[in-house]
């Protein structure tokens, strides 16, 4: 096991048993499996090559992945909030459009993962991506509110500073 797959594998363990609260067999059992399968399919996407492997490094990652979640749960309630008014109006008021949205990362595991927050928010779905231009296709159930370029900016950039710090 290289430096890099354990140092994953340590700190993903740690976080298991804490998350878990207790420190029993099955618990370390279940913890220590799961974990290792984790770290050896997708230890690449967290950790690249060239990246630094220190800690801060590694603390500023953490604490941009704990930054990510309540940020994706609150959109994504508000998102749910916004369709379930629309879905329940008497009269259906909504423009659906696609919109075209350049994004700033350049790391094509940070862009993905835009992607599919984008498409679990309520009312969006991210259609394409366009690799040369770093642009998404997006396809929203209401586009009257969206204006311009800072509107369509507005569906992405909220996620993009956290993705910076845990891909780039």
């Not at 969206?146 to 993009?160: D, K, M, S």
Request: contains cysteine.
């Amino acid at each position: 096991m290289s430096g890099k797959v354990r140092t994953t594998y340590v700190l993903m363990l740690g976080t298991w048993l804490i998350l878990a609260g207790e420190v029993s067999l099955t618990s370390l059992v279940l913890g220590f499996a799961g974990i290792l399968i984790a770290v050896l399919t997708l230890g690449h996407v967290f950790l690249p090559e060239g990246k630094s492997r220190s800690l801060p490094d590694l603390l500023v990652r953490g604490f941009a992945v704990l930054r990510i979640v309540p940020l994706f749960l609150g959109e994504a309630l508000k998102g749910a909030v916004r369709v379930t008014f629309r879905a329940i109006q008497p009269r259906r008021c909504f423009r659906p459009g696609l919109l075209r949205v350049t994004t700033t990362l350049q790391n094509r595991s940070a862009i993905t993962l835009l992607a599919n927050l984008v498409t679990l928010s309520p009312g969006t779905l991210t259609l394409d991506f366009d690799a040369d231009e770093h642009v998404l296709y997006i396809h929203c159930i209401d586009v009257r509110n969206i204006h311009g370029e800072a509107g369509r900016r507005a569906l992405v950039a909220c996620y993009e500073e956290p993705l910076r710090r845990i891909f780039e």
